[in-house]
């Protein structure tokens, strides 16, 4: 199956493009100019299917082109017109989802922010060419990166822990998410700016959890967690001490993604939270 972009035109941004390779049976049925597809299978090696998301309305060519017969007369077209609208092909796909399909929902088509990944699941689809195109069913991530931009300036990557899942009960665009990605600190971060306490004033290996809810065309605000992998004892403990304070954890984690180190207790006495959270935070969480 080949899915040009302007395939579901009619389900506001929603344009998926991509091609999907299965196997299993189909059953076709009805009048050929009101036939119904049922396809039964599972997706196989090479399925590759990117899905931009657009908040923006977009109306395609082909939605407003009508072909008629120009010996017929206005009453004739009209009668055509209205007969064509309710006739079309259905399509129902219940497919099993498996790891040799790869997905990628186009989060920011301007910036290029993308999540991709492999997994497993059951998936219902229900669409006609009279723009009818509902989901159900979930997806299981086995693996995947988000690929975070911001117009050239602020890019990220986040690799996506394993059982993340996606759950569709009619809207495609209001299907529920519920994943963790991970963000490696590039070198580290030195933890002594969060404690003077601390002896230990290098850099270790730091990782910056966020968690993915809400529904897929708009998501809730990320939450943030911050793990020491490697460090244990008396300092892993001060760290996490220091660190349990939910609005400090989120400002430090945010530090940490837009510009590699926290912030010192110093900075933070020298600044309001809410100074920092405006300018910083807010940002960052809309985008």
């Known amino acids: 199956l080949d899915f040009p972009r302007q395939a579901f035109s009619k389900q506001p941004g929603w344009n998926p493009a991509g091609n999907a390779f299965l196997s299993g049976g189909a059953h076709l049925y009805g009048p050929a100019r009101l036939l ?3 396809v039964n299978g599972s997706t ?64 920011d088509t301007e910036t290029g922010s993308s999540l991709k990944g492999k997994g497993a699941g059951n998936i219902l689809m229900e669409i006609n060419t009279n723009g009818r195109f509902n989901m159900w069913g979930d997806f299981i991530a ?26 569709w009960n009619g809207d495609p665009l209001q299907a529920q998410l519920n994943m963790e990605a991970v963000y490696s ?15 230990l004033n290098r850099k270790i290996p730091t990782l910056v959890t966020t968690t993915l809810t809400g529904n897929l065309s708009k998501l809730d605000t990320p939450v943030f967690t911050i ?54 935070f807010q940002k960052f969480s809309g985008i």
Do not use: C
């Open 142 to 167: 086995y693996e995947g990166i988000y690929n975070f931009k911001n117009l050239g300036i602020f890019e990220k990557e986040f690799i996506l822990k394993e059982g993340g899942t996606i759950v």
């Open 227 to 280: 793990d020491f992998p490697n460090t244990s004892g008396a300092v892993k403990s001060e760290l996490d001490y220091r660190l349990s304070d939910q609005e400090k954890r989120q400002l430090q984690a945010v530090s940490l993604l837009v510009q590699g180190f926290f912030i010192s207790d110093v900075s933070l006495s020298s600044i309001s939270s809410e100074t920092f959270y405006n300018n910083v």
């Open 36 to 38: 119904t597809i049922d």
């Open 44 to 107: 196989a090696e090479g399925t590759s299917i990117s899905i931009p998301i657009s908040d923006a309305t977009k109306i395609d060519k082909a939605s407003y082109i009508k072909f008629v017969d120009k010996r017929a007369s206005v009453e004739e077209i009209d009668k055509q017109i209205a007969i064509e609208d309710i006739k079309g092909l259905t399509l129902n796909f219940d497919l099993d989802v498996t790891k040799d399909a790869e997905v990628e929902v186009v989060v």
């Open 185 to 199: 600190v590039p070198g580290g971060a030195n933890p002594a700016l969060l404690s003077e306490d601390l002896n």
